[in-house]
Each structure stands twice: as C-alpha cells, then as structure tokens.
C-alpha cells in the first residue's frame, strides 16, 4: 500500500493517503476538501464542523469482515428527519473498498455494484421488487436525505451536496442495498447486514459512562 | 499555520446531556449521544425536540391517568443477553378489541454500541424485542380462516392477531418522532417463545422479533427491588408448559405399544399352553354333606418352572357356586390354596334386562415348579341348588396379558395427560387471537380471562 504524502495547499498541514486510491480528502486541521489531480492537491471546498453524532466507529477503526481486515479511513454523514447515519469508506486489506454504513446502530457492509439499468428515482415505490445478482430485494425505505458532511479519504469526489434520495433494499436472507441518487446518474450498492460482535472493532469511539 | 503539525486534539467523549425543560424548567437529560429525536419532560410531559437546542415544544399531552408508572425506571442499566442496556425510552399504547382497552408498555432499551433494543410488558409477561435485520417473507392464508403465516429464518410464524395501537402516553426519549395519539397497524405472528411483528405507518413498514420472557429474568437483569408483577393468563408467545413436542411423546408412546406388542406375542409363542387336566364333575348337595372334598387325577407339569391356569365352568343360573382349590404337589406335599365363585344372575327390572357374573372363571397361579400335581376340590353351592356338573380345566404355561395392559396404561396415562395439558395451554393462547378456537361448551374448566 503506497502511501502517498503531500501538503495541505490551504494550510500546509501534512496530508497522508492511508489508501492509494482515494480521491479526497479532508485536511484534519482546516478541514477543507481535498482532491487529488495527477501532481498536486487541490482545494474544492471546505467542511464546517460535524454536527456531534453518535457513531461508535470513527475513522483509524479497524475491524475484520469475511476474514479480511479492514481500516476506516472516510465517511459520508447524512441526515433525514428521522436522525442521521454515517457512511463510513473502509479499506480493506487487498485493496478494495467497502462501505460500512451505521444507521442508529444498525451496521452494514456494502460495495459499489453494477446493474444493468437502475430505475428513476421517482419509479420507485415501498414494496417494489427488484433482483440483482440473483438476489430479490423489496424496497423497505426511500429516504430524502441531506448531505451534512465529508471526513477523511473517499473513493470519489464528493462534496456540496444537498439534498438527496436513498432507497434503502432488504432481502429475505439478510442481504442489503442501497440506490444512490446523489448524482444524475443512480448508483447501486449491494451488501449485507452484520453484526456487530461479528466484525471485531477495534479503535471505537468511547462514551462517558459506558 | 506553524510549520509544527500542532497535536490533534481528539473529539471529545459523547456523554450524557443535561438540560432543562423551556416550559417548567424540570431538569432533562439526553442519555443516548444525540440519536434522540424526541425527549419527553417527566414533570410536565411536554413532548420535546431533541434535535433542537433550545429543546421545542412539539406536544403537550394531558395523562388522565396517574398510575402509569414504569416497573423500569429511565436511566436503569441492565445486562440482556450479555450487553448492557439503559431503560432511556418508555410508552403506553392500547388497543381496543369490542370496545375492551388493553394497554401494555414499552421500553426502550439504549447501548452506544448495539443500538436500541425494545421490552414489552403486559399482564405480567415479557418480551424481549429488535428490529428484525431479515426481511420476513409473508405466506397466503393457505388455511381458510388462519390469515396466514410468516417465515423468518426459516421458521413458520402463524398469523395471531392485528389492531391498531394507540400511543397513549410517553417518557423519556425516543430516536424517532414520537407522538401522543399516533396509531400503526401492529401485525404479530407467532412461533413460541417468539413473536414476529409489523409495524405499518404511513409509509413504512418495520418487522421485529420478540423472544418471551418472565418477569424474574428482567427483575433479575435490571436488578429491580421486590418482584415481578405475576403474569396473568396466557401471552400470545408464551412458552408452553409442555416443554416436551406432544408428538414426540405419542412417537415414543408408539414405539412402546408396539414393543409391548412384540414382547406380548414372543411369550406367547414361548408359552407351551399346554392342557394337563380337563375334568367334569357332578355336585351333589345330599353327596356333599358326606364327602365334602375330592381330589382330581395326578398330573404332570414338566420343563420349567411357570404357572398353572386353572379354568372352572358351571352352568349356573341365578346361582353360585364356590370351588375351594388346592394344587398340590405329589412329591412335596407343598400346596397352593385359592378359592374360586362362579355365579351368574340375571333379570329383568325397570331399566331393562340385567346380568351380572359369568359362567366362566379363570385363575393363573404363578411359579409353579415341575413335578407331579393333583387338584384337591371342596365345592359349596348355593343352597337352592340340590346338584350341577362343572367342569376344570388346567393348562400349563400360559402367556399373562394382564401385565402388558397395565404397562400399556401407564404409559397411555401421562402421554394423555400431557397431550391434554399441551391442548388446554394452545387453546387458552388462542382464545385471545383473531382466531379463537371454536367454543365447543361452556362448560370447559378453562376459565379464559375474558377482562
């Protein structure tokens, strides 16, 4: 894992890439945007501070899933008008990256995926089916959400947004998905709900008086 | 910036929040690190935004009710299955079935780490709730009448009932939306110890799964003063009492019978029944008073030690006779005494035609051991009866059933009872269902608590 090292250009703070294929970043310091371009970093924007949130995981978690080892280095949070959940960007240890999403302390573990056709946000309906890898989802969720805010490295460029849908998938077997309609074009994620016992964390977060 | 990276100082730790109430100024605290949507004021249950920092009003209910008292306190730790959980949410919902209210509470249950978890409480049983992480998958109603049944990992959940709850009453706070007055359509289906619910709002629908438990186990987790609330009646997933599959119990019944069975005809086949006397014999009163005793022909029982079944006939008619039996053996002298009546009456009165006795007698002596025998007989008769020919018949070796009947009903006994117990218990759970078993009388003992 190369760990490519630069400088904040807003603060000159030390920025290091803990996985060599994000995109972005956040300064830890001035917390502005940064993304990467083939030599330099540039800045795109800056976040205001995180609301305080309730996450046990934060980013240098580590934790195992499917007998690999993972690292948080990144996260999405967002907001609906029923609370907030984090997307946090996990690096696995061959490389890939996972989502491992904490929705009020419901964990699950998901990839960017392909389908052929992703249906309009607006076809989509509670209760519809849809199958992709073989696998029949029923949408239980459709979620307008609202982007509060990056942390640490992504896989792709992602800030300023505002508001955006999600439509959130289970299955019969405890598979997950998710369609994405942060950008025009939708985005898919398929996973699977886990346990927390089961992913072995460690580095989380500590609450006074627990 | 300094050319020094300066030291990052860490976030600080979530803890609890201390507030105050904007209406009455009662002390708030907010236990769960800002996942509260709702916080309820204990003084003057204004329903509060949690989200908002000056803590809005959203609602302001009125309880009528003062005895709504949690048996959990807010703010109670307690260890469920092996994590700890704080009591930080608590409400009351009802439904109202033919114009009757049933209320029950509602905990819920907070760790930083593992989320939130639910406890229902009502007449004194528990369950144990959370959000189910598998979608159920729903079955048609297959049975005419059953409305149907759920799957969940791999399990047939049958359809109890659906109402609509009510929320009549709030404390403490909630990371959703919580309300006064808000209804859903709750969905249980059952497959004891567990109960699988949905819960339809507008726009959603939320599965969860309950696990049953009893009042001491929470006492016992929460570490409560004094004890549980006894559980009235029998809940919709309440284990049986019959911890053992009724079929089971009449699988194992039938292997038995039919053990039995085998053992029953494998002495019989065992048994040589062989005749070693058939006699018949006059009684005569004028005779008798003379000679009052005889003895038979000597006879042989060979092979092992068994019994000896001695069979009398007489063809009495409104009669008795008594027949005072001693076998006795040649050799030895050793004898076995036993008396026997052989009596038949019969008539006719009011309620028709009557019999009583029977012709017929038989007697198996058991652990006779070989060796030459004879019969000493000594008859007495009833004294209307001046003289009758009966007749005596000894074989040797027979099979005896008698045993196998009673092991046969001793084991028919339990299997029974506990079958009736199993049926009594499912029965007085369904009674309180949207499918109550079909009353066949009044007249059962099975009290179902119809309050």
Partial sequence: MTQPVANCPNCGAKIVFRWSSSVQTVCEYCKSILVRTDVDLKKVGQVADLPPDSSSIQINTEGIYRNKSFVVVGRILYEYDQGGWNEWHAMMNDGTSAWLSDAQNEYAVSWSSKAPTLPAAAQVQVGQQFTWNNQRYVVTVITPAHYRGVEGELPFQYWDKTDVTFVDLRSETGKFATLDYSDPEPALYLGEFVEFEDLKLKNLRSFEGW | MSAGTPPLSTPPKPQAKALNCPKCGAAITLRCFGQAETVVCGSCRCILDAKDPNLAILQQFEIKTSDVKPFIPLGTRGKLRGTDYEVIGFQRRHITVEGVTYSWHEYLLFNPYKGFRYLSQYNGHWNDISI?????????????????????????????QTSDANTDFVLGEFPWQVRVGEHAVVTDYVHPPRVLSSE?????????????????????????????????????????????????????????????????????????????LHETYLYNRTDAKSEPSFVSDVFELTGRTSNVEVKTYAPVG????????????????????????????????????????????SVVVPSIPPGHYYLRIEPEADPSLPSIAYTVDVIHDVPVFGIYAIAFVALLVPALLISLRAYTFERSRWSESDHPPVQLSRMTGNSEDDS
């Fill in chain 2, 132 to 160: 189910c992480k598998q979608l159920p998958m729903l079955e048609g109603g297959f049975f005419v009448g059953i409305g149907g049944s759920a799957n969940y990992l791999g399990e047939v959940y049958r359809h109890f």
């Fill in chain 2, 200 to 276: 339809k709002l507008d726009k959603e629908v939320t599965w969860s799964i309950g696990e049953y438990m009893y009042g001491r186990e929470i006492w016992d987790s929460f570490k409560l003063p004094g004890s549980p609330p006894e559980a009235i009646g029998v809940y919709e997933n309440q284990p049986s009492p019959v911890t053992t599959n009724v079929t089971s119990i009449w699988l194992a019944f039938a292997a038995f019978a039919i053990f039995l069975l085998a053992l029953m005809a494998g002495f019989d086949m065992r048994a040589k029944k062989e005749p070693v």
């Fill in chain 2, 318 to 361: 409104n009669h008795w006779i008594y027949l005072n039996y001693a076998l006795i053996n040649q050799d030895s002298g050793q004898a076995w005494d036993f008396g026997r009546e052989v009596s038949y009456y019969y008539g006719y009165d009011s309620d028709g035609s009557w019999t009583e006795g029977k012709q017929h007698d």
